[in-house]
């Protein structure tokens, strides 16, 4: 789900985080596109369309890695 509200912002933090926290990763490379991942597929090509909309607030960033089995591996987590 693509982020509509506040996009300016969660792309600045997405900057601060690597430039900060994840120096080593090249940035650059990720075309970082603001949104919320629900869920996902196994076919690239499936789009489901949904006609509802939600309102949250975010308190927290967490940022992990997909292990083996994909399994999550929390790096860090930081606290708005």
Excluded: A
Excluded at 44 to 67: A, C, Y
């Amino acid at each position: 789900m693509n982020i509509q509200e506040g996009k300016e912002v969660i792309n600045k933090i997405n900057h601060r985080i690597y430039k900060n926290m994840l120096k080593d990763v090249d940035i650059e490379k990720y075309n970082y596109e603001p949104h919320i991942t629900l869920g996902s597929t196994n076919n690239p090509n499936e789009k489901i369309e949904l006609d509802e909309e939600f309102e949250t607030i975010v308190d927290s960033i967490i940022v992990e890695q997909m292990g083996k089995n994909e399994k999550s591996i929390i790096e860090f987590r930081i606290r708005l």
